[in-house]
């Protein structure tokens, strides 16, 4: 029976270190040589100077845009007083007069309201009955046709 055991061998695991590849070692850090850090600080500089020009030619780049609105706006508000005025002229009564005379219009007459008269009641036989005062309804289509009725009756 020993004899059997003997035959099978153990599985020995590798280390992880081993197993993983190389033996990893640590290096001693390195220290940045004065050149190479004023180097890195004249490059930021030059960065932050570069950004701060860029920022002030956008500012007044804005600058410029913002007085060429207001130029804009101060010529359209004059423009407008112009206009406003031109209507206000044109609109005026003695130009209204005064063109109207040009052209030969008459100005009209005094207005004269009407006021409607209540119709007269005749006295006929049923009380609930009104006569109307007016032409008589035979009248009415002649005034229609647009003649009286004295020149209708020449005609026929």
């Known amino acids: 029976m020993n004899h059997g055991r003997q035959g099978q061998r153990a599985v020995v695991r590798p280390r992880p270190q081993e197993a993983v590849g190389p033996r990893l070692r640590v290096h001693p850090q390195r220290r940045l040589s004065a050149r190479a850090l004023l180097l890195g600080a004249a490059v930021m500089a030059f960065v932050v100077l570069a950004g701060a020009v860029a920022i002030q030619a956008q500012r007044i780049e ?17 423009e407008q007083r112009h206009l406003r ?10 130009r209204i007069l005064a ?7 008459m100005e009209p007459a005094a207005v004269v309201p009407l006021t409607p008269v209540a119709p007269e009641a005749t006295p006929s036989a049923d ?5 109307p005062n007016g032409p008589a309804p035979h009248e009415h289509a002649d005034l229609a046709q647009g003649a ?6 020449g005609e026929e």
């Open 85 to 94: 005025a031109g209507v206000a002229a044109a609109a005026s009564p003695a």
């Open 99 to 105: 063109a109207a005379a040009e052209l030969d219009l």
């Open 62 to 78: 804005t600058q410029r845009t913002i007085d060429r609105l207001e130029l804009e706006l101060v010529a359209a508000e004059a």
């Open 148 to 153: 009286p009725a004295d020149a209708r009756e």
């Open 127 to 131: 009380p609930s009955v009104t006569v």
